[in-house]
């Protein structure tokens, strides 16, 4: 399903692209290097070398023939892409070049700065500037032409988006909604919808001849990094600090996959122009291929179907039979077993060593584990708690918490299964309603049964102590500072979408914890 792309070196990727063609991969890096792969044998066919600083932002022509790199060096070089022959630098830009965009005619390139400007190149006169478009007053983060060519988008860190017709350097519409830097845009297939993507953790959609928001397609806690849409207008795919890549149909308004391989957050990914495969980038360089059509197979059915189906059949007694492994949710196979039972008594072998070189005090979440053997939370909790019943490993586990907590001292004194709650470790969240200490994924406060109040902005817990902000049309929640930007920015509340005045509509009130008697 994945295939890595790996040049064997330390240096780290941080720009991708691909050919109008679908078979060479672009992949530019922290050094100023840039390197282009076959991508069916995942071998260099050219490096490039002539930047002095990292690569932020690779484009092709439409035609294939060059090969346009950006580059904190605040230059621009245009590449003979079939030779690998330097043709062009193209300076002017103050700050690091951190995005570029050629339209579908192949006469302008755009190109966007921490400077705050866009440049307008003319190709088809030797790559001669045209115009400066000054408007963002942050860094430039993405730009992109409509397909039909008639206006160009611009993303920036000052929260925004900006329409521009370029023929005469005027800027058109101002599109304002997100709560953070607004890091990737797409446009639809047929160029009427935009799609944008921000650190708020917000997916918006855009009716481009409106001008004007027209809903939410996500919403996470996380900050979305890059978005693409598949060449038959259907699929969207987007990637978020989270680590996790998603693939959502767009007819039928439903995610159809998330996928969680790479290590660190994602920052850039991209369909191929068949839209056979998905490239994706991580922060650490990690650059991984991967076939659409597997990542789409509908995969095998829950065990609660397969239970229907064996009734239908009449295969209850070998249903029954089979075993059911809750701690991953699946029905296991004869070998899957024997994975899982591999995969623990490596755990029990190696936990030891690993813990005995911690310092005394160190905390070793169970997410850690997950993390590090790739199993369930299950799995992790039940080894963790056998080594310290068998006296392997010296410390005590606090299970609400998931925190082991490394103590030298005698084990016959310290080693236990904390089930006490009020075990002194700092929570970073409790309860708004009752402030009763938190889990970090709750949904349901265990307490008082209601589900956790989160921000609409920052999408983070509201605490019991907790400066709030208030609509005085709606009533949602969420924190005061928070809540007054949003509708400073958009002019509306973030969830009831009502018109309304910042300073005047958002209640504040501050509430301190009740003082025990």
Request: hydrophobic share 35%.
């Amino acid at each position: 399903m994945t295939e890595e792309i790996n040049s064997q070196s330390t240096d780290i990727c941080t720009a991708i692209t691909i050919s109008p063609d679908s078979t060479i991969v672009v992949s530019g890096y922290q050094s100023g290097v840039i390197r282009l792969w076959n991508i069916t044998t995942s071998k260099i066919v050219m490096t490039l070398e002539g930047h002095k600083d990292k690569i932020n932002s690779l484009v092709f022509t439409p035609d294939g023939k060059n090969l346009i790199s950006g580059s904190a060096d605040r230059r621009l070089i245009v590449w003979d892409a079939f030779k690998g022959d330097l043709l062009k630098i193209l300076r002017g830009h103050w700050g690091s070049v951190t995005c570029a965009a050629v339209n579908s005619m192949g006469t302008i390139l755009a190109s966007g700065s921490t400077d705050k400007r866009i440049k307008l190149w003319d190709i088809k006169k030797d790559w001669k500037k045209i115009r400066d478009l000054k408007g963002h007053k942050d860094s430039i983060s993405k730009l992109m032409f409509s397909p039909s060519d008639d206006l160009l988008a611009s993303s920036s860190w000052d929260h925004t988006i900006l329409f521009w017709n370029f023929d005469k350097g005027e800027k058109i519409a101002e599109l304002k909604g997100h709560f953070g830097p607004v890091f990737d845009m797409a446009f639809s297939i047929d160029g009427k919808r935009l799609f944008s993507c921000s650190s708020d953790g917000i997916l918006k959609l855009w009716d481009v001849g409106q001008r004007k928001e027209l809903k939410q397609i996500t919403s996470i806690k996380e900050a979305l990094s890059s978005i693409a849409i598949h060449p038959n207008g259907k699929l969207i795919s987007w990637g978020a600090k989270d680590q996790l890549i998603r693939l959502y149909n767009l007819e039928e308004n439903q995610l159809k996959k998330t996928i969680k391989h790479h290590e660190t957050a994602i920052s850039d990914l991209l369909f191929t122009p068949k839209g056979d495969s998905l490239i994706t980038l991580s922060q650490d360089g990690d650059l991984q291929i991967w076939s659409v059509e597997k990542l789409l197979e509908v995969e095998e059915p829950g065990f609660f179907a397969k239970a229907k189906e064996a009734i239908k059949s009449g295969g209850v007694k070998q249903m029954v039979g089979d075993m059911w492994s809750k701690s991953i949710g699946k029905i296991l196979a004869p070998e899957e077993l024997k994975q899982n039972e591999q995969l623990e008594k490596k755990m029990l072998e190696e936990l030891p060593s690993l813990i005995s070189v911690m310092k005394e005090g160190e905390k070793l979440q169970i997410k850690d584990l997950v993390d590090r053997y790739n199993c369930t939370h299950q799995l992790a909790e039940k080894v963790l708690v056998q080594l310290l019943k068998e006296e392997k490993v010296s410390g005590s586990f606090n299970p609400f918490t998931g925190i082991f907590n490394v103590v030298r001292e005698s084990p016959s004194e310290i080693i236990q299964i904390e089930e006490d709650e009020s075990y002194d470790v700092e929570l970073s969240q409790t309860c708004f309603y009752c402030g009763t200490p938190l889990e970090l994924n709750a949904i349901i406060c265990p307490s008082c049964n209601k589900e956790i109040a989160h921000c609409p902005v920052c999408k983070l817990n509201i605490d019991f102590d907790d400066v709030v902000g208030v609509c005085v049309f709606c009533g949602s929640k969420g924190h005061l500072s928070h809540m007054k930007e949003a509708v400073k920015v958009t002019g509306f509340c973030p969830v009831c979408r009502k018109e309304m005045d910042w300073d005047t509509e958002i209640t504040p009130f501050t509430r301190k914890p009740k003082k025990e008697t």
